[in-house]
């Protein structure tokens, strides 16, 4: 009990302080998810168009092969990953292994699934109605993509925030890829694993708050784009229908 | 304006248009009228080369429209259609109208000027930096149907516009598209399963029933010379009859039935077979015992009361007189006649009011 209590204030501690160990690991956290996640959105958005406006022979098939790999363990895609880009694998010459960049790689294939998925989901939810209605206004069928793309736009970036989340509270991939090395690859979730099995409660817990706190920013700007953004834009828009 | 010849649509095994022959005048409204699941979506959705037939051609302003996507495309934009549902996109409502122009490539300036021209059309000057989406059912079809007037279509199309909608709403919407074809021109091709709002807007209308077009005409052929007997029932006539005709002097025929006889306005002759069809409108409910009253219906039939069914206003009285005949008077001459099932009364049809169809099916 002592232990915790302990851990907690230096914890509070380390954050209030601002030290710089704490802060750089935090902000590297950040920096390879969110590249990561912008990276996968950037393939992922045009390439469930695609699935979603092209008729071909096993679209089902992938549909399900796609949900089934958001649950993919991530050190299974770490141990991908790692044979891929070790100095032996097929990318070894990129020298990725233990970077950074090969971590943010990594987190790359372990959310692509999920943002590609979602953005299936969320382009399958624009009725019908709508993509009929552009056609009839004489949009050609890139116009009315463009248009229906942008409809789902909501659906679309609470998927990518999903993902971002799902990014950076991963362990498999950045112990795996990045090797936890102190000042260059050490991340979040890696630090916090090593410093416990060290028995230095204070740092993993301060970690684990940052952790959370960056959980709860995700979760407050999804509920923000799901239901109160519309509002709020809306006010912008030059308010409610009187 | 637009020939339709031959036309089919088939998914599958099932054939949901048969061979549908129509031509849409220039300049008229037309209304496709027809029960729930007859076609009328599927062939609107033709016309405005959403999808493309099985079989037959749809040729526009003297064009076959079965050429590319790019063809098609250009003849698409001359049209604009309105569809059941609003199918508003969650943008503001200026952004909304202005979508056709923006396809067609149209400069800023001037897609602000006709944007603000087709809200006026519709009466939502003020709504532009409104979101569509936070709008009433009746205006997010206004906002529709701006839309799909800001390219200023030569056809305008609407499937079911106000099926969805309240009275108020609808009628808005009804006198808008009286409106836009009085001042603006445009042709106009509505499909409605209200024989109401058919018969208030059409110059000409087209019966839909199971995929084919069972009678093209105007309202008066229609609603009072119906080709067959579904046409007659969809469009409100409940009582239809076979007989045979007994006798026939100057236009003024006898019809015998099984079990009753009609006097009827119908060159046929003797011994043919024919369909009396009756609006319940045109038949009078009378009681006998103060028959001693003359009046000119020439068929006068006692029967007794076996159904009233009240539509507001209005009740349906089913008299059997041998053969039933339905009859449509106010609530208000139902009460003071104090009319209860059971009861004798005299069922009074005009001859001339009885539309009489030579070889019934």
Request: proline share 4%; charged share 20%.
């Given at each position: 009990m002592d232990e915790i209590i302990t851990g907690i204030t230096q914890a509070f501690n380390l954050i209030l302080t601002l030290n710089p160990e704490v802060l750089h690991i935090a902000a590297l956290s950040v920096y390879i998810s969110l590249a990561a996640t912008l990276l996968a959105a950037c393939i992922s958005i045009?390439?469930?168009?695609?699935?979603?406006?092209?008729?071909?022979?096993?679209?089902?098939?992938?549909?399900?092969?796609?949900?089934?790999?958001?649950?993919?363990?991530?050190?299974?895609?770490?141990?991908?990953?790692?044979?891929?880009?070790s100095r032996s694998g097929p990318f070894g010459f990129f020298g990725l292994l233990f970077t950074p960049e090969g971590m943010i790689l990594g987190q790359?294939?372990?959310?692509?699934?999920?943002?590609?998925?979602?953005?299936?989901?969320?382009?399958?939810?624009?009725?019908?109605?709508?993509?009929?209605?552009?056609?009839?206004?004489?949009?050609?069928?890139?116009?009315?993509?463009?248009?229906?793309?942008?409809?789902?736009?909501?659906?679309?970036?609470?998927?990518?925030?999903?993902?971002?989340?799902?990014?950076?509270?991963?362990?498999?991939?950045?112990?795996?890829?990045?090797?936890?090395?102190?000042?260059?690859?050490?991340?979040?979730?890696?630090?916090?694993?090593?410093q416990t099995g060290m028995g230095d409660?204070?740092?993993?817990?301060?970690?684990?708050?940052?952790?959370?706190?960056?959980?709860?920013?995700?979760?407050?700007?999804?509920?923000?784009?799901?239901?109160?953004?519309?509002?709020?834009?809306?006010q912008v828009m030059g308010g409610p229908r009187s | 304006m637009i020939r339709i010849t031959g036309l089919s649509r088939q998914?599958?095994?099932?054939?949901?248009?048969?061979?549908?022959?129509?031509?849409?005048?220039?300049?008229?409204?037309?209304?496709?009228?027809?029960?729930?699941?007859?076609?009328?979506?599927?062939?609107?959705?033709?016309?405005?080369?959403?999808?493309?037939?099985?079989a037959g051609k749809i040729s526009f302003d003297g064009q076959d429209?079965?050429?590319?996507?790019?063809?098609?495309?250009?003849?698409?934009?001359?049209?604009?259609?309105?569809?059941?549902?609003?199918?508003?996109l969650n943008v503001t409502v200026a952004e909304n109208v202005a979508f056709g122009l923006k396809f067609r490539g149209t400069d800023r300036t001037q897609i602000a000027q006709r944007v603000t021209s087709a809200l006026k059309l519709v009466g939502?000057?003020?709504?532009?930096?409104?979101?569509?989406?936070?709008?009433?059912?009746?205006?997010?079809?206004?906002?529709?149907?701006?839309?799909?007037?800001v390219t200023e279509p030569e056809v305008l199309l609407l499937d079911e516009p106000t099926a969805n909608l309240d009275p108020v709403s609808s009628e808005i919407i009804e006198d808008l598209l009286i409106r836009i074809n009085k001042d603006l021109r445009t042709t106009i091709i509505l499909a409605t399963h209200d024989m109401v709002q058919g018969q208030r807007l059409a110059h000409r209308m087209g019966v839909i029933m199971d995929g084919r077009l069972a009678q093209v005409g105007?309202?008066?052929?229609?609603?009072?010379?119906?080709?067959?007997?579904?046409?007659?029932?969809?469009?409100?006539?409940?009582?239809?009859?076979?007989?045979?005709?007994q006798s026939n002097e100057r236009g003024l025929a006898t019809v015998a039935?099984?079990?009753?006889?009609?006097?009827?306005?119908?060159?046929?002759?003797?011994?043919?077979?024919?369909?009396?069809?009756?609006?319940?409108?045109?038949?009078?409910?009378?009681?006998?015992?103060?028959?001693?009253?003359?009046?000119?219906?020439?068929?006068?039939?006692?029967?007794?009361?076996?159904?009233?069914?009240?539509?507001?206003?209005?009740?349906?009285?089913?008299?059997?007189?041998g053969t039933p005949i339905t009859a449509l008077i106010t609530t208000r001459s139902c009460g003071e006649l104090g009319l209860a099932i059971g009861m004798t009364v005299v069922a009074g049809v005009k001859a001339s009011a009885i539309h009489v169809h030579a070889d019934p099916a």
């Open positions: 045009p390439l469930g168009g695609l699935i979603h406006f092209r008729e071909f022979r096993g679209k089902r098939a992938l549909k399900v092969i796609i949900q089934t790999l958001y649950s993919v363990p991530t050190v299974v895609v770490g141990l991908l990953v790692y044979l891929l880009l790359m294939v372990l959310i692509i699934p999920i943002t590609t998925g979602l953005v299936i989901s969320a382009l399958s939810g624009v009725d019908q109605n709508i993509s009929d209605t552009l056609i009839s206004l004489g949009a050609t069928e890139f116009q009315s993509i463009v248009q229906i793309v942008k409809e789902a736009r909501l659906a679309i970036l609470s998927a990518v925030i999903l993902a971002f989340g799902r990014a950076i509270s991963e362990v498999g991939v950045a112990m795996m890829i990045g090797g936890n090395i102190s000042g260059q690859t050490r991340v979040l979730t890696t630090a916090i694993a090593l409660f204070g740092f993993s817990i301060a970690l684990g708050i940052i952790l959370l706190a960056i959980a709860l920013v995700i979760v407050v700007a999804m509920n923000l784009i799901t239901s109160g953004l519309s509002a709020e834009h809306q | 998914i599958g095994e099932r054939k949901i248009l048969d061979g549908i022959d129509l031509e849409i005048r220039r300049g008229e409204i037309f209304t496709l009228i027809g029960p729930s699941g007859s076609g009328k979506t599927t062939l609107l959705r033709l016309i405005d080369l959403l999808d493309r037939p099985t429209t079965a050429g590319t996507e790019q063809e098609r495309l250009a003849i698409r934009r001359r049209m604009g259609m309105v569809f059941q549902k609003p199918g508003v939502l000057l003020g709504f532009e930096e409104h979101r569509a989406v936070t709008l009433s059912g009746g205006e997010m079809q206004r906002v529709a149907i701006a839309r799909a007037m105007t309202l008066h052929d229609i609603f009072y010379q119906p080709k067959g007997k579904e046409v007659a029932r969809f469009v409100g006539i409940d009582t239809v009859l076979k007989g045979v005709v039935l099984d079990n009753a006889c009609f006097e009827v306005v119908t060159p046929c002759p003797p011994g043919k077979r024919v369909g009396l069809y009756i609006r319940p409108e045109e038949v009078t409910i009378s009681i006998p015992e103060s028959g001693a009253r003359k009046t000119s219906a020439r068929n006068q039939l006692v029967g007794t009361i076996t159904k009233l069914v009240s539509l507001g206003p209005f009740i349906r009285v089913t008299v059997d007189c």
